[in-house]
């Protein structure tokens, strides 16, 4: 008979004591394992060029990667350029991405900020942060994903995923986003920096899950604090 996690209780998570972040040695470990691992890992966003991306990303906020990709293989066969996006409108556009939420508020920024590129960029993404988030519907993760994965810049971008995972390890503890983002900085080994951060999402997403973590099966259980720990029931 197939087994099932056991799932320690709220209460058994609340009083378990906050742990004190990992030391050097040990994030450096548990950035190379994940590294051996999965030497180059991929955002689950699909993409044709650097404009794509940034729509992609755009469109993702409360959004699964899953659901936008669905709605944008359409809509980026026929726009994959800021030009294009706005000669469809915003009416159409809509369209296409109305399966995803906060759909109407979505649309009329991807066609604002592709307004924005052609008057202001030349048509083509900025590489500068500041630049990025002055574009309609980019906020600092956007625009840290943006500047990652289209120009390699070793930023950090804290989703859901990253913000439990860092805390729980924990790598850095914050409050914030902002202050995850800068702990993590702080302390991930610079040869690891471009990568960081969808190693993070991915073992969060699918490992270091909010509700059941997989302890069982993860591949830093050993150096991670997080009490107590989610283990495969034995019948």
Same mark, same amino acid.
């Given at each position: 008979?197939? *087994?099932k996690? /056991?799932?320690? /209780?709220? /209460?058994?998570r609340?009083?378990?004591?906050?742990?004190k972040p990992?030391a050097?040695a040990? %994030?450096a470990?548990?950035?190379?394992?994940f590294a051996? #691992?999965d030497?180059e890992?991929?955002g689950?966003?699909?993409?044709?060029?650097?404009?794509t991306?940034l729509?992609a990303?755009?469109l993702?906020?409360?959004? *699964?990667?899953?659901?936008v990709?669905?709605a944008?293989r359409?809509?980026f066969?026929?726009?994959?350029t @800021?030009?294009k996006?706005?000669g469809? +409108?915003?009416d159409?556009?809509r369209e296409y991405v109305?399966t995803? +939420?906060l759909?109407?508020? $979505?649309? $009329?920024?991807? #066609?604002?900020?592709?307004? *924005?590129l %052609?008057?202001?960029?030349? /048509?083509r993404v900025?590489?500068?942060?500041?630049?990025?988030?002055a574009? @309609?519907g980019?906020?600092? $993760? *956007?625009?840290n994903v943006v500047?990652?994965?289209?120009?390699g810049w070793p930023t950090m971008a804290?989703d859901?995923?990253?913000?439990?995972?860092?805390?729980? #390890?924990?790598?850095a503890? +914050?409050k914030? @986003?902002?202050a %995850?983002e $800068?702990g993590?900085?702080?302390?991930?080994?610079?040869e690891?920096?471009l990568?960081a951060h969808?190693?993070?999402?991915l073992?969060?997403r699918?490992?270091?899950?909010?509700r059941t973590p997989?302890?069982?099966?993860?591949?830093?259980a050993d150096?991670?604090?997080?009490e107590p720990?989610s283990?495969?029931?034995r019948?």
């Amino acid at each position: 008979m197939a *087994t099932k996690p /056991s799932t320690p /209780s709220k /209460s058994a998570r609340r009083k378990a004591a906050a742990p004190k972040p990992l030391a050097k040695a040990d %994030i450096a470990e548990v950035f190379r394992r994940f590294a051996a #691992i999965d030497p180059e890992p991929k955002g689950e966003l699909e993409h044709v060029n650097a404009y794509t991306l940034l729509v992609a990303v755009v469109l993702s906020a409360q959004a *699964t990667d899953a659901g936008v990709n669905k709605a944008t293989r359409a809509l980026f066969k026929i726009a994959d350029t @800021p030009e294009k996006m706005v000669g469809l +409108g915003e009416d159409a556009v809509r369209e296409y991405v109305k399966t995803i +939420g906060l759909f109407r508020t $979505k649309a $009329k920024n991807v #066609i604002a900020l592709s307004q *924005t590129l %052609i008057d202001q960029h030349n /048509s083509r993404v900025p590489e500068d942060r500041e630049a990025l988030q002055a574009l @309609p519907g980019v906020g600092r $993760k *956007t625009a840290n994903v943006v500047l990652n994965m289209a120009f390699g810049w070793p930023t950090m971008a804290v989703d859901t995923h990253v913000f439990r995972v860092s805390n729980r #390890i924990p790598l850095a503890i +914050g409050k914030t @986003p902002e202050a %995850i983002e $800068k702990g993590l900085e702080a302390v991930i080994p610079k040869e690891f920096g471009l990568h960081a951060h969808h190693w993070l999402i991915l073992h969060g997403r699918y490992l270091c899950k909010a509700r059941t973590p997989e302890c069982w099966r993860c591949p830093i259980a050993d150096l991670c604090r997080f009490e107590p720990k989610s283990m495969q029931s034995r019948q």
